[in-house]
Every structure is written in C-alpha cells, then in structure tokens.
C-alpha cells in the first residue's frame, strides 16, 4: 500500500523490558513524526526527523525513549525498561516536506506494558 | 509551547443536523490548522485544513472557519450522516502540530 506502515499493531511487554516499534513512511516524504496518543486525549509530539537527523526530539519525556532513521526513510522508536505508564497508541506520521503538508498517519501501535 | 482547546468533548446530534466544533490556540505564531477524524482503531485522517491566510475554506458538506485575532478556530459538518460518527481533533502548528484533545461526534439516525 501507499500509506503509512507500522509494525507491530499491537505489543504486550512486560515492564522493565525493551521494545522497538517500526515506522515506514510514504516513499519520498522527508517529514517524519512520532506521536503517543493515551486513551480518550490528543496525539502529543515525541520527535520529528527531517531525512536522516533528529530536527526536534524535545517531546520525548524521558531518556528511555530514542529514535533513530538511519537512512532517511523507516524510523524506529526504542523504549528501554518500559513502565506501565508508558502503556498508549504510538502513531507515526509522514510529510512530504517540512512545511503546512498534510501528515499522514500510520494506523498506531498499541503498546501496553503489564 | 502551543496550547489547544477543543470543545465539547462530546456532541450528539440528529442525522441531518449541523455539527460545531471549536477550538482556541494560545501561540499567535501558528499558521496551519488541520482538522482530523479517528475512527476506532485508526489511525487520524485529515479532512480538511486552513492557513492563515484564509479565513474561511469549505469542502462540500465540511468547512472551517478561522478567526486570527482571536486565535480560535471552528470545523462545521452539515446534513450529518450516520458514517460522521467518530473522534474528531482539531490541531495547530508553528513547528509542530499540537493537537487538541478530541471531540467525539455521534450522529444518532
């Protein structure tokens, strides 16, 4: 398909454990964004990737969370010695550039940590 | 940083009626408003967007309205059909989008 792709849909992971959700954009949007989306709010900004760097990773809440999008296309967001509160939707989104473009947005992983 | 509000955070209606939501922005600086339905399960989709250039856009039975000064952005459904029943978030962006947090829309039939 066209769209935005991430795997897993679901992941259950004990707590203190490390998971690794994948993100793949449309192809050739350089624009790529995580989002945490808890049940009944808003999506909330993790980090923004323009091609290969991190432009801004200021909504990351804590050091257990990392990205990376190595070679300018998939992205991977890491969590290490995950919590329960760490429990949301994780949506990835993808533009084609850095400007007023519509994001589109992959279907979410649903992480839950028990 | 940005802040959002978004108001109700439910809404019924009856099939055939109008649907108003509303949403406020605290950062002046933001120049694009894009509204996005969830369906269960899903992902967000876009249904429309403004800049702040406009203020006003309408796509056949939805249109949004956007008035600057007073930083507060409104989505407007008409004739609401059954298949409109979903979460809808408003957003705003200067570098990144800050998403209110959601109305969720039923249209009863």
């Known amino acids: 398909g066209a769209g935005v792709s991430q795997t897993p849909s679901n992941k259950v992971t004990e707590k203190g454990k490390y998971v690794e959700l994948r993100c793949d954009p449309i192809s050739g949007h350089t624009a790529l964004y995580w989002y945490r989306q808890s049940l009944g709010q808003g999506p909330e900004f993790l980090i923004y990737?323009?091609?290969?760097?991190?432009?801004?990773d200021s909504g990351l809440p804590n050091d257990r969370f990392f990205a990376v999008r190595p070679e300018g296309s998939v992205s991977t967001l890491k969590i290490q010695r995950t919590e329960r509160g760490d429990s949301a939707v994780y949506l990835c989104?993808?533009?084609?550039?850095?400007?007023?473009?519509?994001?589109?947005f992959g279907q979410g992983t649903r992480l839950t940590v028990v | 940083g940005e802040n959002v509000e978004q108001h109700p955070s439910t809404l019924s209606v009856q099939e055939g009626d109008s649907a108003v939501i509303k949403c406020t922005y605290s950062?002046?600086?933001?120049?694009?408003f894009p509204w996005y339905k969830q369906e269960l399960g899903k992902g967000p989709q876009l249904i429309i967007d403004i800049r702040s250039n406009v203020g006003e856009k309408k796509d056949q039975r939805i249109a949004v309205t956007l008035n600057k000064t007073a930083k507060h952005f409104s989505l407007h459904i008409t004739e609401t059909q059954p298949e409109d029943s979903a979460v809808y978030f408003c957003?705003?962006?200067?570098?990144?989008?800050?998403f209110g947090s959601g109305t969720q829309l039923t249209v009863l039939p």
């Open positions: 950062d002046s600086a933001s120049n694009y």
């Open positions: 990737f323009q091609g290969t760097g991190a432009a801004d």
């Open positions: 957003a705003a962006q200067r570098e990144q989008l800050t």
């Open positions: 989104a993808s533009r084609l550039g850095a400007g007023n473009t519509e994001a589109f």
